[in-house]
């Protein structure tokens, strides 16, 4: 015959017995708490070399020297025209642009509202950004009309030899 256990397993009434049994019981809310801003503090902590390194290399900008990078021949371009380069790096595309005679702007043709490419519309002599009808000022870079808000970073120009040179980046200051 099978006999059935139906002893209460400890003597207390209630079965809060095993609460502070073997320290199960030992992170309260305060400790908790204590745990987390002391988890939050070492992540702070832990992530101030990288931002040191970060706010260095984002000091430096300003200074920043680009070997001289020629783009084009004066005679090439018309007043009115553009030509698409690349600066500073390979991958940086940019357009440079003739206003007239002796005057030649240059920028990095990524919209500053979601990097999609600028164009020179030589007949309304506007610089349009066709993913949100965005428009800059062809003299500063200045957005005039659409969602961006920043200009056009400046690529500075020098005209020397017959020949027009890429030969710095003017960075966008809040």
């Known amino acids: 015959m099978i006999e059935k ?24 809310r305060r400790g908790f708490m204590k745990t987390l801003v002391g988890a939050a503090g070492m992540f ?25 990078q020629k783009i084009t021949e004066v005679d090439y371009l018309a007043v009115g025209d553009s030509v698409d380069f690349a600066f500073p790096g390979k991958h940086d595309s940019a357009i440079l642009i003739r206003l007239s005679e002796n005057k030649y702007v240059a920028y990095q043709n990524a919209c500053t509202h979601l990097r999609c490419p600028v164009f020179w519309k030589k007949e309304d002599g506007e610089m349009l950004c066709p993913c949100h009808h965005g428009k800059f000022d062809v003299e500063t870079g200045v957005p005039i009309a659409g969602p961006p808000r920043r200009p056009l970073p400046e690529i500075y120009v020098l005209v020397e030899n017959g020949s027009v040179y890429a030969t710095g980046v003017k960075r966008y200051e809040v």
């Open 44 to 68: 702070a902590i832990s992530s101030l070399p990288w931002g040191a390194v970060a706010a260095k290399e984002l000091s430096g900008l300003s200074d920043k020297r680009y070997p001289m």
């Open 5 to 28: 256990n139906n002893k209460i397993p400890f003597n207390e009434d209630n079965y809060t017995h095993n609460i502070d049994r073997n320290n199960e019981r030992n992170l309260d």
